[in-house]
């Protein structure tokens, strides 16, 4: 079983939302920094979000002002609004920096123009 589980990916036209959730099959203490990560098909997995102590956010240049991380009790939540075809990838979450073995399945965000 892994350790962490994504769900609520799916198909969004330009400038519409979705809202990302990563539940965990084991407690991660929340002390811990999680991310939200992205991966398209032949490219490397970048970083996309930040959430240290459950509290304290970053995010990448590139999702600024449009996605939130934010916790629900043991889940790490990602909501992305006014979504752009580039964000277009599937989704990951994980702690930072990243564990290997804690990597899951992803959730496919496709967005449409």
């Known amino acids: 079983q892994v350790p962490l589980v994504e769900s609520g990916g799916g198909l969004v036209q330009a400038g519409g939302s979705l809202r990302l959730s990563c539940s965990a099959s084991?407690?991660?203490?929340?002390?811990?920094?999680m991310g939200w990560y992205r991966q398209v098909a032949g490219k490397q997995r970048e970083l996309v979000a930040r959430l240290v102590g459950g509290s304290s956010t970053s995010y990448a240049d590139f999702v600024k002002d449009r996605f939130t991380i934010s916790r629900n009790g043991a889940n790490t939540i990602l909501q992305m609004n006014n979504l752009k075809p580039e964000d277009t990838a599937v989704y990951f979450c994980?702690?930072?920096?990243?564990?290997?073995?804690?990597w899951g399945q992803g959730t496919q965000v496709t967005v449409s123009s």
């Open positions: 994980n702690t930072w920096p990243p564990i290997q073995h804690y």
């Open positions: 084991r407690r991660i203490p929340i002390a811990s920094t």
